[in-house]
């Protein structure tokens, strides 16, 4: 993929007030930990993430993706009649239908001849909008389209624990392919795309490329579980060590490809943003792309892992707390289970903040920033 029209504009972010502490979620797992003699601690030890946050009960993530689009449209200073479509990319969603996408249009008062979606892709969703909206507008059909989306970890940690705890059937193999589901954080983020020609920034999406390694698919399970009490709750099993390794090796097979693609040599990325999974993740990562992690920007302490959400919500903090300059070149590294990995570069320029956005001051996330 290439392109020679399309600018990535803002990004914008929202994050929930409620903080929740690996510390915290163990100190809920009490009965299970003293069943298998867990020792205290290892959920922190083994991700790096020290707490993550969650929506207040009952938020819809309509209502949170209009409130972060609205955001990255008044960084840009655009009118929103011409935006021209808008995906809403998240995991997570009002219902099975109708489309997510269609509550947030309304919401942001867009025109009626706006294109409107949702995408599923595990936690590529947004990065896969980014795609579509660029090819988009790469091809004259539209000049301006927004991807956003909202993920709730709430009801999947809760339920994660309610399982553990419950079922005393469960060894110590089967807590630990659930420990993924209790990094899960909560948040919502957006972008916003626009053909160069009316763009403000200059801030030019030069291309990228996607890598399929489907013989992982198995590795990692989401969704509703119907056997569970007869009800529908969700629950996630992961084979984390496998997804972690196979997650690599695709971003590996890809990385040679898109730097080939938009032209750069690894020594001419000068920031970088990855998919938020956890602390050996992002150094394995870094290691096997010969990438020095100094480029790096890390939420995952403070946030968790927050899905699809994860790697566009750390490019605007990065982008909000000046990690970013003018001239920077940014590889946006995404890797989704399946497994799916794709890369983009963005050659900046100029970074437009809306100064409203919570997350700007949101607590600790500068103090608990960890490259």
Known sequence: MQYQNVCLESFACTVPEEIVSSEQIESWLAPVYRRLRLPEGRLELMTGIVQRRFWPRGTLPSRTSAQTAEKALRAAGMDRLQVGALIHGSVCRDYLEPATACRVHRQLGLRPDCLIYD???????????????????????????????????????????????????????????????????????????????????????????????????????????????????????????????????????????????????????????????????????????????????STLEWLGNTGSVALPLTAALGVQHGHVQSGDQLALMGIASGINALILGVDWQESRVDESSEAASAPGCVADHVR
């Not at 956003?148 to 060894?171: I, K, M, Q, Y």
């Not at 196979?246 to 938009?262: E, H, M, S, W, Y």
């Open 119 to 297: 995408v599923s892709n595990a936690c590529l969703g947004l990065l896969d909008g980014i795609v579509q909206v660029a090819n988009m507008i790469e091809l004259g059909h539209i000049r301006a389209g927004i991807v956003v989306g909202t993920e709730s970890s709430r009801a999947l940690v809760e339920n994660t624990v309610r399982t553990l705890n419950e079922d005393v059937s469960l060894s110590r193999a089967d807590v630990k392919r659930a420990m993924a589901s209790l990094t899960l954080g909560s948040a919502s983020a957006a972008m916003l795309l626009m053909d160069r020609r009316i763009s403000r920034t200059g801030n030019r999406l030069l291309g990228g490329v996607g890598w399929a390694s489907t013989e992982s698919c198995e590795l990692c399970h989401g969704g509703r579980d119907v056997t569970l009490g007869g009800v529908g709750r969700p629950v996630m099993w992961t084979d984390s060590e496998a997804l972690l390794q196979g997650g690599i090796q695709a971003a590996k097979q890809a990385f040679p490809r898109f730097l080939d693609t938009v032209g750069w040599d690894a020594d001419g990325i000068d920031k970088a943003f990855c998919h938020q999974v956890g602390r050996v993740h992002r150094k394995l990562m870094f290691e096997a792309l010969g990438l020095n992690p100094d480029l790096d920007y």
